[in-house]
Structures are given as C-alpha cells and as structure tokens.
C-alpha cells in the first residue's frame, strides 16, 4: 500500500476527493500518528505522477496550516511510515532535509519499496552472500 500522511483535515479531504475525482477508492483513516490516505501500490503510473503533484501542493498546503496552529517549532519533523510483518505500522523519524532531498529525486511509491526491502530484510535477514541469492 502507498501512504500518505496529513496533520490537518482540509488538504486530506481536498486529496480523498482529487482520488475519488480520479475514480480511485482511496482508503483513508485517522489514526494516532496522523490522518492517513492509502492506495494500493499497483495504481496507475500514468495517474501517479499527478497524485504526486497534488500530493506535493497539498503537503505545503499541510505544512503552512499545520505551523499556524501549532507554531514553527513543530513543523520541522519528518517521518517514513513502515509497515511491519505483524501488522504493525510504525514512524521512522528522518531528518526532514535529507527526507526532502531524497523525495526530489524518487518519488513516495519508490521510497515504499525501498523500505519494504529494508524492513523484510531485517524481519527476515539471509545469511548467505548476495550474488547466491534468488
């Protein structure tokens, strides 16, 4: 699943309806770590450029509201969700520039890979070398 996160409630609706507008069935839940909106990872690569895009907007849209209510010194925080074997979904806190820096270059989907083969790794770790494995 892809995973996007908002600390206020106006730009996660005005996402859930851009989705919906899209005739996608986003999942979306208010959960203790934030409001989230999930997609499965297999959506359109030609549709996911544009989420990105609106993602990105509503994101500043996020942030600019999110430091109005509770100030500047909150908003400097980044996280990665990971989503664990057991279920479990936890925040990885990342510095937010590095966080930034890799994001200008991959996008959400492909972070979420990336993680996922670390996280598997971890849960699941394989002794022998690289080059034998499948």
């Not at 770590?33 to 907007?57: F, H, K």
């Not at 010194?73 to 806190?93: I, K, M, P, T, Y």
């Not at 972070?111 to 670390?118: E, K, N």
């Amino acid at each position: 699943m892809l995973e996007y996160i908002f600390f206020d409630p106006r730009p996660w609706r005005l996402f859930i309806d851009f989705l919906r507008d899209r005739g996608l069935e986003p999942e979306s839940t208010d959960e203790e770590q934030g409001l989230l909106v999930r997609l499965p990872d297999d959506t359109d690569d030609r549709l996911m450029d544009e989420i990105e895009a609106r993602y990105d907007e509503l994101l500043d849209m996020n942030e600019q509201l999110f430091a109005e209510q509770e100030g500047e010194a909150h908003v400097h925080r980044a996280g990665v969700s990971v989503s664990l074997s057991d279920g479990r979904v936890v925040e990885a806190g990342v510095p937010p520039e590095l966080l930034n820096r890799i994001l200008q270059v991959i996008g959400t989907d492909e972070l979420g890979l990336f993680v996922s083969a670390i996280v598997d790794a971890v849960e699941n770790p394989d002794e022998r070398p690289f080059c034998q494995r499948d």
